[in-house]
């Protein structure tokens, strides 16, 4: 089969065209023909920065977390799934998982779940990773109706479904940005804008609660943002980061009592622990999804998988709205 491999980690020109052997189809697992894959920061990362990285993959590897395809084997002891259904998950591109940028990829049966049936391929590839981070750090925040939430970075992909997440567990939904492209995004899906560079975290948290503070605070920015969280965050709040690789002085953190959740999704596909809880919470994202509650947003960027490289540089550029995408099949 044809597939974009590295051979040396890099910059985006590392990706090479190669004939390579059809992935056999294991216990446990789906074949998949490959349709569409989009791109995440941590795959740029690990294109980048390969061994510094715990978790990337032996050379030369296959990269692409993300997808959406059509099963065509299903595996010994795989019950859920047939022969032509459309799934989507995130279940390669790391460790010793084959990625998506292929024609085909073996994925673990418990990583994936059914296309929700009102979003195209395209669509559908773009939803696991951020799709997955975003639920998992509201739940574990203990999120409920009536509460006031505070998402970072809401045109971003992890941002945009969290918003609309939280708008979907019926609560009140704001959301940082700059500029009015990320400003309009982040209004038409049901979010108050609020321009960082414009205001200050006293001043939001004083015109939109009252100086009372937001009860849950998503922060899909990370680095020195995490402080900016805590001082939005209300007294014994719910602080969510994606990105909480940083040093940072915890004293507001503990004069105010709020609570920290860390998501790091790719846990399970890792240390293969808890898979099966991806493949629960990509099956509600769809149901989700079907009541029109969700839906991705994808950057006005359109790619084939031979141009995977500039898809890449399209990410780090920070030029993208949305996610980008790339098109397999």
């Given amino acids: 089969m044809k597939a974009m491999i590295v051979n040396a980690f890099g910059g985006p020109d590392v990706f090479e065209e190669a004939d390579v052997a059809k992935p056999t189809i294991k216990a446990g697992h789906v074949l998949v023909k490959v349709a569409a894959t989009s791109v995440n ?36 002891g795989v019950s859920d799934y047939k022969v032509g259904d459309e799934v989507y998950g995130c279940a390669g591109g790391l460790a010793d998982l084959p990625g998506t940028l292929a024609e085909y ?32 750090g509201l739940k574990r925040a ?3 109706a009536g509460q006031k939430v505070l998402v970072h970075g809401g045109s971003g992909g ?17 959301s940082t940005g700059a500029g009015e492209p990320q400003m309009a995004l982040i209004k038409k899906l049901g979010g108050t ?18 100086d009372k503070g937001f009860d849950i605070v998503f922060d899909s920015v990370g680095g020195v943002n995490m402080a900016k969280s805590f001082e939005a965050a209300t007294l014994n709040g719910q602080v969510i980061s994606t990105v909480a ?3 940072l002085d915890l004293t507001t953190a503990h004069l105010k009592g709020l609570s920290l959740h860390v998501v790091f999704m790719l846990i399970p596909m890792i240390h293969n622990q808890g898979r099966k ?8 994202l769809k149901s989700i999804v079907e009541k029109g509650d969700v839906k991705p947003v994808l950057d006005e960027s359109s790619f084939g998988y031979k141009e995977i490289g500039k898809a890449h540089a399209r990410l780090s550029s920070g030029k993208a709205m949305g996610k980008v995408v790339v098109t397999v099949d």
């Fill in 142 to 144: 203990g999120i409920k």
């Fill in 193 to 210: 804008p609020i321009n960082y560079k414009k205001e200050t975290v006293e001043e939001y948290v004083k015109e939109h609660t009252n």
């Fill in 41 to 76: 920061t941590v795959d740029t990362m690990i294109r980048e920065m390969g061994t510094e990285l715990p978790f990337s993959p032996p050379l030369p590897a296959i990269l692409g977390m993300d997808f959406a395809g059509t099963i065509e084997e299903v595996g010994e």
């Fill in 277 to 284: 809880d991806h493949g629960t919470i990509l099956k509600a």
């Fill in 158 to 174: 992890v941002g945009h479904i969290a918003l609309q997440l939280a708008r979907h567990f019926d609560t009140e939904v704001f």
């Fill in 245 to 247: 690789m940083v040093e």
């Fill in 105 to 136: 990829m073996i994925a673990d049966a418990n990583l994936i779940a059914l296309k929700p049936t009102n979003l195209t391929m395209r669509e559908a590839a773009a939803l696991p990773l951020v799709g997955i981070t975003a639920y998992e």
